[in-house]
Nanobody, 124 residues
Framework: QVRLVESGGGLVQAGGSLRLSCAAS????????RGWFRQAPGKEREFVAA????????EYADSVKGRFTISRDNVKNTVYLQMNSLKPEDTAVYYC?????????????????WGQGTQVTVSS
């Protein structure tokens, strides 16, 4: 059974940092695009960041550029999201995803595998 499990979410004050992890099991995703999305209450799921299989390419939503960093460890089958300078508007459930292909993917429908999500709450 393929599983993606996120961890590292929590409550943090504005300006603080969190590091999310997403560990995969059941298959290896070394050649897959890995991504992070988020969904705030009452809003649609939105793209946050994506990284290519060899970490040479990354893509970020404008709202997180310069504050968030995506990385991956293919040996550990894990992707990370380092979030710095957090703002209250970053509050959401964060989901990791994996999808096949070469080009970086910013659309949720292009990803085949999803985690269950981890809550990130940023207080003002």
């Amino acid at each position: 059974q393929v599983r993606l499990v996120e961890s590292g979410g929590g409550l943090v004050q504005a300006g603080g940092s969190l590091r999310l992890s997403c560990a995969a099991s059941g298959r290896t995703f070394g050649t897959y695009i890995r991504g992070w999305f988020r969904q705030a209450p009452g809003k649609e799921r939105e793209f946050v960041a994506a990284i290519g299989w060899d970490s040479r390419m990354t893509e970020y939503a404008d709202s997180v550029k310069g504050r968030f960093t995506i990385s991956r460890d293919n040996v550990k089958n894990t992707v990370y999201l380092q979030m710095n300078s957090l703002k209250p508007e970053d509050t959401a459930v964060y989901y990791c995803a994996a999808g096949p292909g070469i080009g970086l993917k910013v659309v949720a429908g292009d990803y085949d595998y999803w985690g269950q999500g981890t809550q990130v709450t940023v207080s003002s």
